[in-house]
């Protein structure tokens, strides 16, 4: 099977979009178990991990199939852009999960808080794959694991480096302006706009960016000015 640059671009882009929007879920896994003994929590993260990719890939296989409906991609696009703007100007988030007194109970409080939690990954991630599901399996079993392990790397990570957080906000209104810009509905708008395709994505993400960073500014003026 001859190598295609555009798979790895496609897997990658899953992975980096997972892993971006994936911090709170691996929090929310953490707390789901943290009553647990040492033996039985690890098995619970390992079973609940499975499970909740298992279900993932499922609803994201449905997500795919539902953006064939009319103006679905266009909406999916504008809510994706809106998901991009809540990641770099988000603060930190209360979680009021109970942990699991049993085994059951934290793999069923994984699944469901990781389904609940996981729909913007979901929708980010099935415009970013453009309905290929082996793609979207691959790259939630690589980033899955990833978030899990590394959890408290990546959040470190994000919070001494917010370029991180800029970047995966680019990378999400990039595919949302690749998701606007596939819907049927709107092929004869794109067509009288020859460059569209080339400058909605910068002018998008151009546009995220800056607001997203001047709210973040005001945001820091009004807690530093108390």
């Known amino acids: ?96 999960i109970t942990a699991g007194p049993s085994l059951f109970g934290a793999v069923r409080t994984i699944v469901i808080a990781d389904v609940v939690m996981g729909l913007d990954n979901m929708l980010a991630i099935a415009g970013a794959a453009r309905g290929h599901i082996g793609y979207i399996a691959i790259g939630l079993i690589i980033s899955v694991p990833i978030i899990i392990w590394g959890s408290k790397l990546i959040l470190t990570a994000m919070e001494k480096l917010p370029i991180l957080i800029y970047g995966g906000g680019a990378v999400l209104v990039y595919t949302a302006s690749e998701m606007i810009l596939s819907e049927p509905k709107l092929e004869h708008v794109v067509a009288l706009l020859p ?13 995220v960016i800056f607001c997203g960073w001047m709210f973040n500014r005001k945001s820091t003026g009004f807690t530093t000015g108390r």
């Open 195 to 207: 460059h569209a395709a080339h400058l909605l994505p910068v002018i998008l993400i151009l546009l």
């Open 1 to 96: 099977m001859p190598f295609e640059p555009d798979v790895l671009l496609f897997i990658m882009k899953i992975i980096f979009i997972d892993i971006i929007l994936g911090g709170d879920n691996a929090i929310v896994i953490a707390l789901a178990c943290r009553k647990l003994p040492e033996k039985q929590r690890n098995k619970a993260i390992l079973i609940g991990t499975g499970l909740a990719v298992l279900v993932r890939i499922s609803l994201t296989a449905i997500i795919v199939s539902l953006l064939s409906i009319p103006y679905l991609l266009f909406i999916g696009g504008i809510f994706l852009i809106m998901i991009a703007f809540r990641l770099i100007t988000s603060k930190e988030e209360k979680h009021h």
